[in-house]
């Protein structure tokens, strides 16, 4: 529907606005596009990706207040947005209150985010786009690093406050040539860091058939030494009408992820209070960074304390992420504006996590360490609806609709580790210790049953009315309370098609909107 048809509450982003944006995921370009939104980036790691949406302020103590993700009638999640090609997405509309959301009954107490991709379009010449960006990240402030004490502050301080005399201050640092003013944040992290990305798409169609053909590559280099993010994607939206009655049509992305880092700046699931990463500025500016020769010593620093990118070189760790989303969908029209239609589409993810402790490093005491953790998970959605929509007299407007949905979530994870690896050729989980080795596995797993209906009216294109109802059954609720019915009304005078406003030529638009409903949050656990 056209979003000036809606009695809800939408708002929707145009692929024009995400395009441009200098960020790997289109979540983040949302930040300051919709009213009522806040999109907080919880971590500066490349990689990391994890984009925190809250619609109108947290809307639960004890449960999830993420928003309900769907990417082309798919339930998805924030992930899989963030996995996809910023290029590839026509549009993001953000449903906001309960008239546009109670369709979606028990998981849209927090909104919804539905993303629509690009496709094809029918008799249309075949049009190839290549595109590529470059550029470069950099801390953007230095007012923090700015404001530590330089090493004679530092002295004077220690000597004012009667901490150290003079005495004790040539004893512990300039007798032993710690007379320096090192920049520390200068030695702990990397600036005007590199990241682009290319494209290439193809995308036209027939009278029978509209195709959508696409691939894309993103690199990013991270502050922390070591870390880097990676993204490869490939997609492929095909539509067609063989029929007059029929249209049909498949649509599948697929994505890999490579991310690496030490961990030491921490992520969105971390602090970044180590003082090999977050903490680093911190360091006593009066021991030098460089040795005798004017060289950053390769492995440790003038007061034993390792350089950082020593101990990222070894204990080496990376995930690589792999997602798959795809979709089939039908549609038939036995007559004139009644429609059936069915979509059954599938989100996967698989992930694959790998760290090791090299046995010759330094502080590895000639015992290595090795981690290993593999993780999968899907959410399969089907959707069946009935659709008819006449008119009474060309004034008033019907559009009645019926559904039923289901949704299986399923996720699982094992983690193995063993230690003792004694010879950095052979660091496999079973070249460690025997008594070391441990295992650990995790499962969790969900059903959604739903029937859903709507209706819709308006008069003369002026005057709108809708109520919704739908009923949701989980295995996540209580046995005794295994249903659920969320349901919502609304209207909306469209005040700029009267005679008193059209001809005003300042006004673009003008709507009066009242809606009620009831939404819920689903999301409890399993």
């Known amino acids: 529907k056209k979003v000036g048809t809606m009695v809800g509450s939408v708002t929707t982003v145009k692929s024009d606005a995400l395009k441009n944006a200098p960020s790997s995921s289109a979540l983040d370009a949302l930040q300051g596009q919709v009213a009522g939104l806040a999109v907080m980036t919880t971590g500066g790691v490349a990689g990391d990706n994890n984009v925190s949406m809250q619609l109108h302020g947290m809307g639960s103590l004890g449960s999830s207040t993420a928003p309900l993700y769907i990417i082309d009638g798919v339930q998805s999640s924030s992930g899989a947005v963030m996995a996809m090609n910023p290029n590839d997405i026509a549009s993001i509309s953000i449903l906001k209150d309960a008239s546009a959301t109670s369709i979606y009954g028990s998981r849209a107490a927090n909104g919804v985010v539905y993303v629509t991709t690009k496709a094809g379009a029918y008799n249309n010449r075949a049009t190839v786009t290549v595109r590529s960006q470059a550029g470069i990240s950099t801390l953007a402030d230095f007012t923090l690093y700015d404001n530590m004490m330089s090493g004679p502050e530092l002295k004077d301080f220690l000597v004012k406050s009667g901490i150290m005399t003079p005495a004790q201050i040539y004893e512990k640092y300039t007798s032993r040539g710690w007379d320096a003013d090192t920049k520390w944040y200068n030695y702990f992290q990397q600036f005007n860091n590199p990241q682009f990305q290319n494209d290439i798409s193809v995308e036209g169609g027939g009278e029978k058939v509209a195709y959508m053909l696409g691939a894309s590559q993103y690199h990013q280099r991270g ?152 993780g999968m998970s899907y959410a399969a959605t089907i ?31 094992l983690t193995a580790e063993s230690t003792g690896q004694a010879d950095d050729r052979l660091t496999n989980l079973q070249n460690g210790k025997q008594e070391s080795y441990s295992m650990s596995e995790g499962l969790s797993e969900s059903r959604f049953l739903s029937f859903f209906g709507r209706l819709e009216y308006n008069i ?47 006004i673009n638009d003008l709507n009066l909107k009242v809606s009620y409903g009831t939404q819920g949050n689903a999301s409890i656990g399993n």
């Open 223 to 374: 502050t922390a030494f070591g870390n880097f993010y990676d993204r490869y994607t490939v997609r492929s939206n095909v539509q067609g009408r063989p029929k007059d009655w029929l249209k049909m049509g498949m649509n599948l992305s697929f994505s890999m992820e490579q991310t690496a880092g030490a961990g030491f700046w921490g992520n969105s699931g971390s602090t970044s209070n180590n003082t090999y990463g977050g903490l680093s500025y911190t360091k006593n500016p009066l021991i030098p960074a460089l040795d005798e020769n004017g060289n950053v010593p390769e492995k440790m620093w003038a007061d034993g304390r390792y350089n950082t990118k020593y101990l990222v070189d070894q204990q080496p760790k990376q995930t690589d992420y792999y997602n798959l989303l795809g979709s089939f969908n039908v549609e038939i029209e036995p007559f004139r504006n009644f429609k059936i239609a069915s979509r059954a589409g599938v989100d996967g993810a698989f992930s694959n996590y790998r760290y090791t402790l090299i046995p010759s490093a330094d502080f590895a005491a000639g015992e290595g360490d090795r981690i290993r953790t593999y």
């Open 383 to 413: 959707t069946n609806t009935m659709e008819y929509s006449f008119s009474i007299a060309d004034a008033h407007n019907f559009t009645l609709l019926a559904g039923q949905e289901g949704v299986a979530n399923y996720s699982e994870s």
């Open 460 to 506: 003369l294109d002026k005057y709108y009315f809708d109520a919704s109802v739908r009923n949701d059954a989980s295995s996540r609720f209580g046995a005794n309370n295994r249903n659920a019915t969320f349901w919502a009304v609304g209207g909306m005078w469209k005040l700029k098609a009267e005679n008193f406003l059209s001809s005003v030529s300042a």
